[in-house]
T-cell receptor, first 110, second 116 residues
Framework: LAKTTQPISMDSYEGQEVNITCSHNNIATNDYITWYQQFPSQGPRFIIQGYKTKVTNEVASLFIPADRKSSTLSLPRVSLSDTAVYYCLVGGNQGGKLIFGQGTELSVKP | KAGVTQTPRYLIKTRGQQVTLSCSPISGHRSVSWYQQTPGQGLQFLFEYFSETQRNKGNFPGRFSGRQFSNSRSEMNVSTLELGDSALYLC???????????????FGPGTRLTVL
């Protein structure tokens, strides 16, 4: 499984756009890139998944360059409730096995 | 649809005891995975069950075991508890047999286990 590297922590203010970049130099051809969000004392929640280029849903966008060695999760206009840990995961079909890295602790301030 | 439910939510045990945790997946989901989360090690995969069979296993000792029933409900058991087993145990279910990164995992709220 490809190892991921992401910042340990980030600070932002309400209303700003937040971009969290994840590095995954050893990504394999059949690997997908998935982001999860976790609030304290809760289970992680799926945010978005992509394979290449750009994916957008109602809560976030995921940008993946052509070489797929990195990806950027973009959260538009964050609010205090977006304060959480964000995990970048990379892998293929592992039959339900997710490998979580350290994650990025995002703190949104008023 | 109801989400993934886990019981109990909190549990206190002493060293040497054994514990059984329960997970009810989202209706229709056939894959159930278990994870351990600690401040030091983060989120670690324990095992995954699909159609009552263990399909994947993480790097945990044999004291950690699990099973899945015909209705997809799952239990995990930890025998001979150690202090280091204190953790949040999370269960996740997914809808299809593909599993892994092409399949969204839905997590429950977890069971907080404290070993004294």
């Amino acid at each position: 499984l490809a190892k991921t590297t992401q910042p340990i922590s980030m600070d932002s203010y309400e209303g700003q756009e937040v971009n969290i970049t994840c590095s995954h130099n050893n990504i394999a051809t059949n690997d997908y890139i998935t982001w999860y969000q976790q609030f304290p004392s809760q289970g992680p929640r799926f945010i978005i998944q992509g394979y290449k280029t750009k994916v957008t849903n109602e809560v976030a966008s995921l940008f993946i360059p052509a070489d797929r060695k990195s990806s950027t999760l973009s959260l538009p206009r964050v609010s205090l409730s977006d304060t959480a840990v964000y995990y970048c995961l990379v892998g293929g079909n592992q039959g339900g096995k997710l490998i979580f890295g350290q994650g990025t602790e995002l703190s949104v301030k008023p | 649809k109801a989400g993934v439910t886990q019981t109990p939510r909190y549990l206190i045990k002493t060293r040497g005891q054994q514990v059984t945790l329960s997970c009810s997946p989202i209706s229709g989901h056939r894959s159930v995975s278990w994870y351990q989360q600690t401040p030091g090690q983060g989120l670690q995969f324990l095992f995954e069950y699909f159609s009552e069979t263990q399909r994947n296993k993480g790097n945990f000792p044999g004291r950690f075991s699990g099973r899945q029933f015909s209705n997809s409900r799952s239990e995990m058991n930890v025998s001979t508890l150690e202090l280091g087993d204190s953790a949040l145990y999370l269960c996740a279910s997914s809808p299809s047999g593909r599993g892994g990164f092409t399949d969204e995992q839905f997590f429950g709220p977890g069971t907080r286990l404290t070993v004294l």
